[in-house]
Structure formats: structure tokens, C-alpha cells
């Protein structure tokens, strides 16, 4: 089954600087990269995702990468803000999403 | 709100006892999948149904959990003879599927504490 490894586990920027999170999949039928956040005792919520046709998403401050090749994806943030500071998980998935894998999640902090 | 809900938000029980979680989608939606967190780790597939049907179970279910849809709306997550590895939150989570790969909306989770 797929196995997801996410890097690094927590991750402390200063205001206004990049932050970039890794992960990376075992298995190569994956076509489905979502990334969540999720906030001190509230529900993941869906960020961005990335479809294996594409290698690059961005959306405002938020980008994220895919290599197929080497089985890994990223999530950028830039120009980082404190209410960034969250816990982001990344997740791969097959078609239909029916059984989706997630990483440990990275704890992201933006010191002010 | 109009997006997924669970009950009940925080469940303690004593080992040995049973336990049962509701989860209600967004109306539309025609899937909808269980997740178990525990503290520091990312969700872990539990199973899923589309509409009325469970299609897929993880390893991780063992025979004492049942899950069930049985109008392809709300869902039930019981637990039986809890023991205290099964200390986590649960997380109910809906799509909508198309045929396409769509977003999974996550519900608040109900935290358990088996005591």
C-alpha cells in the first residue's frame, strides 16, 4: 500500500520568510496530492492539491510542486504570516481518493 | 452550518464498554470515509461507503469496529469492548464524487478517552 513520509516534522520561520514543507510517496499509481491544515483542535482543512498531470499549483502565497519521477511533492508558503501557524498534513491518493494516505504532518511556526 | 458534523464531540468511557459515533455529511455528497488521529500523526484511513456501501475497509479496523450507512446518508462508527489504544480522535470526512478527484470535507471529530 502507499506509504507517505513527510519532511520536516516541525518547521519555526520568521514573519515574511518562505517555508517549505516535503513529502514523498511510495506508490507510483498515486495521482492525488492534497495538502491540509489544520489548526489547534479544529478540523483539517484543504489548502491546495496537485493532480499528477501537472508538476506546479499555485494559488496566492501557496504553491505547491509534484515530481513524478522521483515520487515527491512540496508545499511553498511565502511571505509567511502568523496565522500560518498551523500543523500541515500532506496526502496521496489513486483515482477516486477512496483510501488516501497521509504523512505524520509538519508543525509550522511564524514567530512575529 | 452546512458542512460535515459529528457526535458527540468529546466521548470517555471505561474500557470494555462500547461506544457508538455519528457522522453527518454534507447533504450531497455521496461518499464519505472515517479516519482515526491520534496526537502528532496525520489521519489514517479507517473505511469508506459510497452511498449505502462500505467499499473499503483498512487493516486497521479490527472486528471490533462496525461502521454503517444505511440510507446513504448519515453514518455510525461503533466501537465494542474499547480498550485504551482506541484512545484517538475520530474523524468523519465527505466528497463528492464525479469521476473526477475531488476534496475531502473533514468534520470536527469526536475525541475518545478510554479510561
Known amino acids: 500500500g502507499e506509504n507517505v513520509e513527510q519532511h520536516p516534522s516541525t518547521l519555526s520561520v520568521q514573519e515574511g520568510d518562505s517555508a517549505v514543507i516535503k513529502c514523498t510517496y511510495s506508490d507510483s499509481a498515486s495521482n492525488y496530492f492534497p495538502w491540509y491544515k489544520q489548526e489547534l483542535g479544529k478540523r483539517p482543512q484543504l489548502i491546495i492539491d496537485?493532480?499528477?498531470?501537472?508538476g506546479e499549483k499555485k494559488d496566492q502565497r501557496i504553491a505547491v510542486t509534484l515530481n513524478k519521477t522521483a515520487k515527491h511533492f512540496s508545499l511553498h508558503i511565502t511571505e509567511t504570516q502568523p496565522e500560518d501557524s498551523a500543523v500541515y498534513f500532506c496526502?496521496?491518493?489513486?483515482?477516486?481518493?477512496?483510501?488516501?494516505?497521509f504523512g505524520a504532518g509538519t508543525r509550522l511556526t511564524v514567530k512575529p | 452550518d452546512t458542512g460535515v458534523s459529528q457526535n458527540p464531540r468529546h466521548k470517555i468511557t471505561k474500557r470494555g464498554q462500547n461506544v457508538t459515533f455519528r457522522c453527518d455529511p454534507i447533504?450531497?455528497?455521496?461518499?464519505l470515509y472515517w479516519y482515526r488521529q491520534t496526537l502528532g500523526q496525520g489521519p489514517e484511513f479507517l473505511t469508506y461507503?459510497?452511498?449505502?456501501?462500505?467499499?473499503?475497509k483498512s487493516r486497521l479496523l479490527s472486528d471490533r469496529f462496525s461502521a454503517e450507512r444505511p440510507k446513504g446518508s448519515f453514518s455510525t462508527l461503533e466501537i465494542q469492548r474499547t480498550e485504551q489504544g482506541d484512545s484517538a480522535m475520530y474523524l468523519c470526512?465527505?466528497?463528492?464524487?464525479?469521476?473526477?478527484?475531488?476534496?475531502?470535507?473533514f468534520g470536527p471529530g469526536t475525541r475518545l478517552t478510554v479510561l
Open positions: 496526502a496521496a491518493s489513486r483515482s477516486n481518493n477512496n483510501d488516501m494516505r
Open positions: 496537485i493532480r499528477s498531470n501537472v
Open positions: 447533504s450531497e455528497h455521496n461518499r
Open positions: 461507503f459510497q452511498n449505502e456501501a462500505q467499499l473499503e
Open positions: 470526512a465527505s466528497s463528492f464524487e464525479t469521476g473526477s478527484l475531488n476534496e475531502q470535507f
